[in-house]
């Protein structure tokens, strides 16, 4: 099954307690990227990637870093995460250039204290 | 991208049709109209996009105004599952490396 699969689904932290939301899509995407989803604030992006090796800042990406080793997956980082960052994460990919739907994952909620 | 207007909120009765509007006077001549949905608890999911003409798929058909300044978005026969947030999207056509820019929606609510 075609499917963006997010891990973990739930995730509480503290402070400064660096963590990694993982994200592996199998249709072989070349384009990838992260968003967060806060009340009143619609979907915002965070990082996208454009093919391995590739990546680009979003509209937020302060507090966030990303790679992209590999073609299906995309980590999300936060090294040193804050209570800002408490939020709804979705992970997306689209084969690109050449198609323009895109798959989101099924989301990662994450409250930091 | 161009801006889009929706109602807040819709109520339908189940397995009756759902006609889902969304204004964009100042859409342009190169863009898509994408309708995305998001169920509760879930990331959002890809419904059906159209340029000019009225388009169809399994889940939905997308009925495109002659001067596309407006859309509507038909579930021909809504379930309890399809109760979510419906958001309308203008795109350029093949702009899949440009975030997609989500605005409130329409949340649909589905009634027994």
């Known amino acids: 099954e075609a499917q963006v699969t997010q891990n973990p689904r739930y995730l509480i932290t503290v402070t400064g307690k660096k963590l990694t939301v993982t994200c592996s899509q199998n249709?072989?995407?070349?384009?990838m990227s992260w968003y967060r989803q806060d009340p009143g604030l619609g979907l915002r992006q965070i990082y996208y990637?454009?093919?391995?090796?590739?990546?680009d800042k979003g509209d937020v990406p302060e507090g966030y870093k990303v790679s992209r080793k590999e073609k299906r997956n995309f980590p999300l980082i936060l090294e040193s995460p804050s209570p800002n960052q408490t939020s709804l994460y979705f992970c997306?990919?689209?084969?690109?250039?050449?198609?323009?739907?895109?798959?989101f994952g099924p989301g990662t909620r994450l409250t930091v204290l | 991208d161009a801006k889009t207007t929706q109602p807040n909120s819709m109520e339908s009765n189940e397995e009756e049709p759902v006609h889902l509007p969304c204004n964009h006077s100042?859409?342009?001549?190169?863009?898509?109209i994408h309708w995305y949905r998001q169920l509760p608890s879930q990331g959002p999911e890809y419904v059906i996009h159209?340029?000019?003409s009225n388009v169809n798929n399994r889940m939905a058909s997308l009925a495109i105004a002659e001067d596309r300044k407006s859309s509507t978005l038909i579930l021909h026969r809504a379930t309890l599952r399809d109760a979510a947030v419906y958001y309308c999207?203008?795109?350029?056509?093949?702009?899949?490396?440009?975030?997609?820019?989500f605005g409130k929606g329409t949340r649909l609510s589905v009634i027994a």
């Open positions: 990637s454009m093919n391995v090796e590739v990546t």
């Open positions: 997306a990919s689209s084969p690109g250039l050449v198609g323009d739907t895109q798959y």
């Open positions: 249709m072989n995407h070349e384009y």
């Open positions: 159209g340029l000019t």
């Open positions: 100042t859409i342009s001549g190169t863009d898509y």
């Open positions: 999207i203008l795109r350029l056509r093949n702009s899949g490396n440009t975030p997609l820019v």
